[in-house]
């Protein structure tokens, strides 16, 4: 059973306007959510993080927003940029884990020019 | 140096060979990660490494076997692999493994078994 969903498989967006990639999770022992963006050959990158303890984190154009009682993150790209079209993976880390992230399936998101 | 670089890039093996999966970074991180990625799927762990001591093996199966000589090192030694092992496996490292800011990954060693 997947603890941490990605319902939406694509996601087509223009240039210049707002991409809203989503993530539902299961298990509300996550204390740690991370979003990693991936290109076709390369491994995954670090985009943004945030704790479970709060709701907003903001860095340049990329926020993520978490909603804990939902059980719902979301990471919005504003504007968006032909650049940043990519696979996007949310993860989340097990308190106590000690490293274990759980990734989700993936959105691709195209960003028309 | 911010990269973790694995070799080879590609691969590809018969299911009565063994071969190894290299991986290495120079950032001073001392936990190191290897994940697997089927197609169309997200990344599992396999395997966490802290402090050149494994830490977590996930179940995986004896035919793959993974060492980490030193800090900056950590392979994965392949043995009697079955096609079904063929996928992209992923290295990552971190500074240790209680870092929540992410981690740095490797661009992969694309295995295929044949």
């Known amino acids: 059973d997947q603890q941490v969903k990605q319902n939406s498989p694509s996601l087509s967006v223009q240039e210049g306007r707002i991409s809203i990639l989503n993530c539902d999770y299961t298990n509300s022992m996550f204390d740690y959510f991370l979003w990693y963006k991936k290109y076709p050959a390369e491994g995954p990158t670090f985009l943004i993080s945030?704790?479970?303890?709060?709701d907003k984190n903001e860095d340049g154009r990329f926020t993520v927003f978490l909603n804990k009682s939902a059980k719902h993150l979301s990471l919005h790209i504003v504007p968006s940029q032909p650049g940043d079209s990519a696979v996007y993976f949310c993860a989340a880390r097990l308190e106590g884990s000690q490293g274990n992230l759980i990734f989700g399936k993936g959105t691709k998101l195209s960003v028309k020019p | 140096d911010t990269e973790v670089t694995q070799t080879p890039k590609h691969l590809v093996m018969g299911m009565t060979n063994k071969k190894s999966l290299k991986c290495e970074q120079h950032m001073g991180h001392r936990a190191m990660y290897w994940y697997k990625q089927k197609a169309k799927k997200p990344p599992e762990l396999m395997f966490v490494y802290s402090y050149e001591k494994l830490s977590i093996n996930e179940s995986v199966p004896s035919r793959f076997s993974p060492e980490c000589p030193n800090s900056s090192l950590l392979n994965l030694h392949l043995h009697a692999l079955q096609p079904e092992d063929s996928a992209l496996y992923l290295c990552?490292?971190?500074?240790?493994?209680?870092?929540?800011?992410?981690?740095?990954f490797g661009s992969g060693t694309r295995l295929t078994v044949v």
């Open positions: 945030i704790s479970s303890i709060k």
């Open positions: 990552a490292s971190s500074q240790d493994m209680t870092v929540n800011y992410g981690y740095t």
